[in-house]
Structure formats: C-alpha cells, structure tokens
C-alpha cells in the first residue's frame, strides 16, 4: 500500500486504532516529550497534537514508532519483507537466452519506478510565506529536554544539490530554531550536506538548501537511510521503488530545487558558505546522551509553502528504545541483501537498540575457514556508514541476532578474552562523547563463532577439510556467586547466570576504574566470569539493557577495554565510567538525558485530560 502524503497514513492508523487524539491544549516545551516518551517505549500509538499552546498547526509524534507501523509506512507486511524487495531487484538474470532475459522485465519495470516524477504544482504550495511574513514561531517546533539549547526540528527532509555534478541529496539533520527566519543545520563533517557546502564555498556561491516536512512515509524513512554513492540513487528513488510509483516533485518558489508536491510545510533558502558558524546545541541526542554544543552553518529561510490544513511531523531522540530504532530496523533489513553481495558469507545482522545504531553490530555468518569473522568485521567497517560502527560481534549462522541475549551467551561461551578479540581504530560517529578525539577512536571485534583447530593454535598440517574440522574446545560455564568483594565507589553489583559481572561505580578519581577491575579479577568471584561491566554511578545492574546502553556509549575500546587474568582464566573488563582530565580525556563529559521532575508531575496529573488509557503511562 502506498500513500501519498502523512495524512492518509494518519487515516489508516487511526482506523486501525493506531493512532489517538489529544484535543486539550498541551505545551510544545518538554510535555510532549513526556507524553510521547511514554508511549514509545510502552508500545503506543501515535498521537495528533490537535491544540499545541503557541501555534496555530497541530502536531503529529510516533508515526513509525512501533515495528509493526513502521513496516506499514514502507508497504510491506514485515520489514523483513524489505531484503526480499531489494535481493529481486538486484539479482538480475544473465542466463538462459530469451527467457533469461524476460524473467528481468518485472524487475526492470521496478525499476522504472526509481526517478521522481515532476509536476506543475502541488498541495504543499496552496500557502506561501515570504519575507517578513516568515516566522518559525508559528510552528510548533518542540524543545524536547530540559537542558536542549532551544527548540530543534527533528524530522526535517533536508534537501540540497551537488553544486558541481547536480546530483540530489536529501539528509536528516536536526535544526535548532535561532530566530524567526535562521536555524542552526547540524551537517557533520562526513555528511553530503557538508560536501556540498565545501564545494560551495570553493565556487563563491551561497547552497540552496530546501527543507521538507511530511511527504509520504516512505520519504521520511528514505531521509534516514544511508545511501550507498551510486549515481542517480537518491531518497526520491528509494521512496518511488518502496511505494511502486515515481515520486511526485515541483520546484521550490524561491530555489531552484525539486521539493516533494505532497508534503505539508517547505522550508526554503540557503547557507552563505562565507558566514561565520554559531554554536548550536546541546541537545539530548539519539545516543541518550546531550550532544555539546558546537560551530555549525547557519540556514536562512527565504520562504515557507505548506497545505491549506497542515500538519507539523515530529519525532523525539533519547535513551532507548525510540522511534528511530525502528528505522534503524528497516534500513537494516534493506540493505542485507547490499552487505551479502559484497561479503556472501553474511547471513544476517541486527544493530540493537542498546548500542543506538553505531555503537553495536551483531553478524552471524556461515564460516568455512579460520579468521573469517574478523575478514567479515573488517568488511563491514569499510562499507559507508558502517564505518561509525565500535564493537561488532560475530557470531555462527545458527544464532539469531536479534536475541540479544542470545548472542551475548555465545560470547561468553565460545570467545576467549584476549584470543578472540580484536581492537582496531577508525572512524567514529561525531556524536561519540568518549573517544579519543572527534569523529576518531578505538574498535572491537568480538570473535564468537566455533573455533577451527588454526584459530587455536592446534592444527598439525594443512590437510584438505582442515578448515571445516572443529576445535573440540570446552565450552565456558558461568557460575554467578552471592559474596561479591567490596571496592571503595561501588554503589551496586551483581552477577548474571550468563557469565557478566555489572558494576555502578561512583569514579571520584582518576584510575580507579582500573585499580577496580585489576582487584575483582584476582578474586576468587572472577572465576565463572568472562565480562566485567563497569557502568557510571547512575547504571541500573538489575537492567542488562541499561548497563550495555551505558558501556558502549562511554568507552572507547582501544582505551577501555582490558584483558586480564584471572584464576579461571580470562577477564574482558570494559571500562564504562565517567572519563575525567586528569586521565587525559580534555572534552566535557556530558550528562545522560533526563525529564524534570516538574514536566513527569504535570504529565501524570494531566494523563486522563489527554485521554489516553492507563496502560501506556
């Protein structure tokens, strides 16, 4: 099913109960956050805004904010549905005479489906704003937590054309609101976005820069989606070959630019390459965490088109799980059968809400020959934004990657601390506030498929067959105990029937995270554990999701992560506490996103005025 703007999709949603309305007035300032926080992460539906203090638009959240929705915007019956759309169009046949010819007729019609599709006009131009007339205020542009710099837009289709080839790119960036016609446009330095402005800038020219808002569900997912550099592949294709027709396009009223006809409000004007940058943010982020704030390029508004009823789309970013998982989710499953082509022995892989996208990647693979998960690891580091990606775990074709549980038990029982893992450096994520500098820091990659007698130091010859010939390694057994030591800091701990040891700790000085885990790993409690997990003062030990959450956004492997022996063996302790100067980390460390007090006391009293049951608050 293909949709042709947001409203539609609304429609269904709401006839399918997936969608509810909340007709009092409710604040654009943190209380939406709250309301929508909840619903998210309690499986909710989406909700429409009708009355949102300020603004004369109403406001729809949580569009994609379940699994199940979020397949329903890109017309499938499952996202895993995707892979199986985009392994028929690129395995093209080449065999087989005539007929191996026409069983490629389908695919080629798909095909046809790719390049937008351009019209004289279209609903998102019925109203236009210009000059004076432009106000941002109008909108009812969130300020999602406390200590946000200011109000973001946080689901813009950002818009912008190669000044040199002309080749599209619509991207994601958030955009904080600093006047009535100027927002921050938040292009890190490996985005297109941030190309385009450096060619720009060489050709003296200010970038035309158009924003969208709505459009059909299939664009909004396509802005999110990390697009391999191919020619002529850009997000309007993507979005007409998942809705099975071309996308319809206009020109903009004041750029030279093709905007989405269907979408409910445009953005339209440029950045001036030669203006100096503003400090943008903070901003309570996808990581969990607020962003610090930071110089980006300015975007000045020229002019804003919208529908004669509109209606403003928003999302929120925070500690997971959030609506952007689910996108992750489905550019996962699309781009399987991309990953497979380029490395065959991938049968899957799955990047857990607990890691926000880059920080973990599991793969299982069908492994024939030693050394192969670290080939299939270092494969997938040089595939375009796969690159951001830190630890990365591999595991055997029989193990299902998205159990997360699953898959951590593997690693446990079949990789050996030291021997099996491997640190590298390499790209990081900008949004990363622990490595070791911008945008660059340390890797891991965790070996737990079965080993091959190579692997461990046991293979007498080269024999034929050797490569499929197992170990015969004992697997490790955890055994969890009651009498944990103490250590000075230590504000709870315990240990999993699984092998892990997670620890809070309260760092009040530098290396004392180390001199912790040097001293639990010569007690005798070390002996059934294969992990120790030292979390921040605020780290839940009863919650596995938190503790991993809280590990990998706050280590930089190459410098967090240790090896050491124990009575039992081995020991990978994963340093995930406060980094302090003294240890040589000069950035600020930033907090952990949280909701005041005030706006959770006025969501909960207010719950039964928005009308919305008992079971997601």
């Given amino acids: 099913m293909a949709f042709?703007?947001?409203?539609?999709?609304?429609?269904?949603?709401?006839?399918?109960?997936?969608?509810?309305?909340?007709?009092?007035?409710?604040?654009?300032?943190?209380?939406?956050?709250?309301?929508?926080?909840?619903?998210?992460?309690?499986?909710?539906?989406?909700?429409?805004?009708?009355?949102?203090?300020?603004?004369?638009?109403?406001?729809?959240?949580?569009?994609?904010?379940?699994?199940?929705?979020?397949?329903?915007?890109?017309?499938?019956?499952?996202?895993?549905?995707?892979?199986?759309?985009?392994?028929?169009?690129?395995?093209?046949?080449?065999?087989?005479?005539?007929?191996?010819?026409?069983?490629n007729v389908g695919k080629l019609r798909d095909a046809m489906n790719l390049p937008p599709r351009r019209v004289?006009?279209?609903?998102?131009?019925?109203?236009?704003?210009?000059?004076?007339?432009?106000?941002?205020?109008?909108?009812?542009?969130?300020?999602?937590?406390?200590?946000?710099?200011?109000?973001?837009?946080?689901?813009p289709l950002v818009i912008t054309r190669d000044p040199e080839t002309g080749e599209r790119n619509m991207g994601m960036y958030r955009?904080?609101?600093?006047?009535?016609?100027?927002?921050?446009?938040?292009?890190?330095?490996?985005?297109?976005g941030t190309k385009h402005l450096e060619k720009a800038r060489r050709l003296g020219q200010r970038l035309e820069v158009a924003v969208a808002l709505g459009g059909d569900p299939a664009l909004i997912y396509a802005a999110t989606a990390p697009l391999?550099?191919?020619?002529?592949?850009?997000?309007?294709?993507?979005?007409?070959?998942?809705?099975?027709?071309?996308?319809?396009?206009?020109?903009?009223?004041?750029?030279?630019?093709?905007?989405?006809?269907?979408?409910?409000?445009?953005?339209?004007?440029?950045?001036?390459?030669?203006?100096?940058?503003?400090?943008?943010?903070?901003?309570?982020?996808?990581?969990?965490?607020?962003?610090?704030?930071?110089?980006?390029?300015?975007?000045?508004?020229?002019?804003?088109?919208?529908?004669?009823?509109?209606?403003?789309?928003?999302?929120?970013?925070?500690?997971?799980?959030m609506e952007d998982a689910y996108l992750i989710e489905a550019s996962e499953r699309l781009f399987l059968p991309a990953a497979q082509?380029?490395?065959?022995?991938?049968?899957?892989?799955?990047?857990?809400?607990?890691?926000?996208?880059?920080?973990?990647?599991?793969?299982?693979?069908?492994?024939?020959?030693?050394?192969?998960?670290?080939?299939?690891?270092?494969?997938?580091?040089?595939?375009?934004?796969?690159?951001?990606?830190?630890?990365?775990?591999?595991?055997?074709?029989?193990?299902?990657?998205?159990?997360?549980?699953?898959?951590?038990?593997?690693?446990?029982?079949k990789a050996v601390p030291g021997r099996d893992t491997l640190t590298t450096r390499g790209p990081t994520d900008v949004l990363d506030h622990s490595s070791r500098g911008w945008g660059y820091g340390g890797k891991l990659v965790i070996d737990a498929t079965t080993k091959l007698p190579e692997e461990v130091g046991s293979a007498l010859s080269s024999r034929e067959e050797q490569g499929h010939d197992q170990a015969g390694e004992s697997l490790f057994t955890p055994s969890p105990v009651t009498g944990l030591p103490r250590f000075g800091g230590v504000l709870a701990q315990r240990q999993t029937p699984d092998g892990y040891w997670y620890v809070a700790l309260d760092k009040t000085r530098p290396g004392q995270a180390r001199e912790l885990a040097e001293a639990f790993a010569v007690h005798p409690a070390a002996r059934g554990m294969r992990h120790l997990l030292i979390g921040d003062a605020q780290t839940d030990v009863a919650n596995e999701q938190d503790v991993w959450w809280t590990i990998l956004n706050n280590i930089d492997p190459e410098r967090d992560v240790w090896t050491l022996p124990t009575v039992g063996g081995g020991l990978l302790a994963w340093d995930g506490a406060r980094k302090l100067p003294e240890e040589g980390f000069v950035r600020e460390w930033p907090s952990k996103i949280e909701m005041t007090p005030e706006i959770q006391g006025r969501v909960e009293a207010r719950w039964h005025l928005y009308g919305l049951p008992e079971k997601w608050r």
Avoid at 137 to 142: C, D, K, V
């Fill in 341 to 413: 082509l380029i490395l065959p022995e991938i049968v899957d892989y799955h990047m857990p809400p607990a890691g926000v996208a880059h920080n973990l990647v599991f793969v299982s693979i069908k492994k024939s020959y030693p050394g192969q998960a670290y080939k299939v690891a270092n494969g997938l580091f040089g595939l375009g934004q796969m690159m951001f990606a830190k630890v990365i775990v591999v595991v055997d074709e029989d193990v299902t990657v998205n159990d997360f549980a699953a898959v951590w038990r593997e690693v446990v029982e």
């Fill in 175 to 192: 955009m904080q609101v600093m006047g009535r016609n100027v927002t921050g446009m938040h292009w890190q330095r490996h985005k297109t």
């Fill in 4 to 103: 042709p703007d947001i409203q539609s999709f609304m429609r269904l949603l709401e006839e399918r109960g997936e969608l509810v309305r909340v007709s009092v007035p409710v604040s654009r300032e943190l209380e939406i956050t709250e309301i929508a926080d909840r619903l998210v992460k309690s499986g909710g539906p989406a909700v429409l805004f009708e009355q949102v203090v300020g603004s004369d638009f109403p406001l729809v959240i949580g569009l994609m904010g379940t699994r199940e929705r979020t397949a329903l915007a890109l017309g499938v019956s499952d996202l895993d549905d995707l892979a199986v759309k985009i392994r028929h169009l690129i395995d093209l046949k080449g065999a087989g005479g005539l007929g191996g010819l026409l069983g």
């Fill in 228 to 321: 391999p550099p191919v020619p002529g592949l850009d997000e309007f294709a993507v979005a007409g070959y998942l809705r099975g027709q071309r996308y319809p396009v206009m020109k903009g009223v004041t750029v030279d630019l093709d905007v989405p006809a269907n979408a409910e409000f445009i953005l339209e004007g440029y950045v001036d390459p030669q203006e100096d940058w503003v400090m943008e943010g903070p901003f309570g982020d996808h990581t969990g965490f607020y962003t610090l704030p930071d110089l980006y390029p300015r975007f000045h508004v020229t002019a804003v088109t919208m529908r004669r009823q509109p209606v403003y789309p928003a999302t929120i970013v925070g500690r997971p799980p």
């Fill in 120 to 155: 004289r006009s279209g609903p998102a131009q019925e109203v236009v704003w210009r000059g004076d007339e432009v106000d941002l205020g109008r909108l009812p542009i969130l300020k999602c937590w406390p200590l946000d710099g200011g109000p973001f837009v946080t689901l």
